[in-house]
Structures are given as C-alpha cells and as structure tokens.
C-alpha cells in the first residue's frame, strides 16, 4: 500500500481478517492506472479521471470507491497566490495522479476562469517550499497541510463542494471490460472480498488507525478526523459527484464524451 487514504479498504487483508481470491498490488495510482490500461491488471481501483478518459475501456464496478463529502484533506495546492490569481501560472503537480490535476484544472478554468500551465515535479513540496504554487496527494498532501500556514493550503475537495454542491470522487473501482464479460464470478468473488474487507475496517477503526499510525506517524486524533471525512461507499451521492466531474471535464475538452457513471449491477449483495 502506497497511502494511508485506502487502509479502511485494504487493512483487512493485512490483518489476515479477509482472504483476497488474487492478487493484490499496490502502487501510485498513475502507475496503476497505466498497468489497467495495458492489460496487465484485471480489476481495481483506478482514478476518477480514467475511468472518465476511457469508459468504454472499463465496466465502473459498484458499491466502493474514495472520494470526500467536503474536504479531502490528501488532495491539496499549496500557493501563495489564490486561485483564482492564477492565470498563466506555473504550477507544479505530482505525477502520481491524473483525477487531481484534473480537478485543479477543471476548478481553475470553470470555477475561476483561468488557464495554468501544470508542470510535473519530482517532488512538488519542495517546489511550493521554493515559492511555486504546487499540487500534491496522498500523504505530501497532509505533510504539507502540517507544514505550510492554513492560508496557504487550498483543498480541492473542499473547493469542489463550496462550487458544485456535490461531493469529490477521486477514485473508483473497475474491472476491463473482457474480464468482467468473461471472468463475471471471478469479478465478483473479488469484489466481495473488498466490501467484506470494508466492513471489517469500518468495525475495526481502531486497528486500522494502528496500521496507519505505524505506516506515517500522525498527531494524536488526526485519523480520526481524516478517516472521518473521506467516503469509501460509492452510493447515489457519489455517483452525481463523478457525473459532475465527468461533465466539467467534458466543459474543458479533457475528455471526448460524457461516460456512464452509474455502476453495473452483479449481484454482489450478500
């Protein structure tokens, strides 16, 4: 596991409570989207962005995915500009996700009418410690919430809802298309496996925060509060907020035509 945001999904098959029938990998979600594109993984978690780039590619699985109902919290510019000050800027992005970058774009350019030129970095907290505005996820995201004054740190998920009225989805679950065709049980079994391993986590969130404790140290609480605020059930609520993004990344000509985002159903209820 690459970040502390999928642990509620995930700690159960560490903890040896739910048994995955495959192959789990973890990685940065830019490599695992690149991997599901290729063929080389057969379902999983992949960015809101790719799913939206290449629906037709993937069949969108139901009940999981990560998003927020406000803030984020792991998904973060950092600039001594405002946003909406930003027009012709150089902004520094993570190459480790294309939902965020994308939905600082579709913020800057539909919410505040500006056009940025997003430059990819290495390291993009060393870039906004230099004074460059800079977005970043995942675990940079939060060490630089602590780091950089309140003033400077704009959450996107919170941006997103203050705009739309809708919830953020950064992530959902999908199988390829031939698998799910061929292979339906198998996409199945698996995917009771991760709403099981949900349930665990959610009646063991003591232990998950353990696991997250021992995997990035935190100040005391800080789980708690960070858990708390992300959505992993990708229930009605969640569906409009990837229609909502689905259609500004349309308004934006990032992607070529609307995609379904309602998830197929598989009988995956117990």
């Not at 695992?32 to 590619?57: C, I, K, T």
Request: charged content about 20%; some cysteine; glycine content about 6%.
């Amino acid at each position: 596991m690459r970040y502390v945001n999928d642990l509620p999904i995930y700690a159960a098959f560490d903890a040896g409570a739910v048994e995955y029938p495959g192959t789990l990998i973890a990685d940065v979600p830019a490599r695992l989207n690149a991997m599901m594109r290729a063929g080389e993984l057969d379902m999983g978690p992949v960015s809101a962005f790719e799913y939206a780039l290449d629906a037709q590619r993937y069949v969108l699985l139901p009940d999981l995915c990560i998003g927020a109902r406000d803030e984020i919290v792991s998904v973060l510019l950092v600039s001594q500009t405002p946003p909406a000050l930003l027009h012709g800027a150089k902004i520094a992005t993570t190459k480790e996700s294309a939902s965020g970058r994308n939905l600082l774009r579709v913020l800057l350019e539909r919410r505040y009418g500006v056009q940025a030129e997003f430059v990819e970095a290495d390291d993009p907290i060393a870039c906004a410690r230099a004074g460059q505005p800079a977005m970043m996820i995942g675990d940079a995201a939060i060490d630089a919430a602590f780091e950089f004054p309140s003033e400077l740190v704009y959450d996107l998920g919170a941006l997103w809802r203050d705009w739309t009225g809708e919830q953020s989805v950064t992530a959902v679950w999908v199988a390829r298309r031939e698998i799910f065709e061929t292979r339906r049980d198998e996409v199945r079994a698996c995917l009771h496996a991760l709403t099981d391993a949900y349930s665990w986590g959610r009646a063991n969130r003591e232990a998950v925060i353990a696991m997250a404790q021992n995997m990035k140290p935190r100040p005391p609480g800080f789980y708690e509060i960070y858990y708390g605020k992300l959505n992993f059930t990708f229930h009605s609520a969640a569906q409009r907020g990837l229609a909502a993004y689905c259609r500004e990344l349309y308004a934006i000509g990032a992607i070529e035509s609307i995609p379904p985002f309602v998830p197929e159903v598989i009988g995956v209820a117990h």
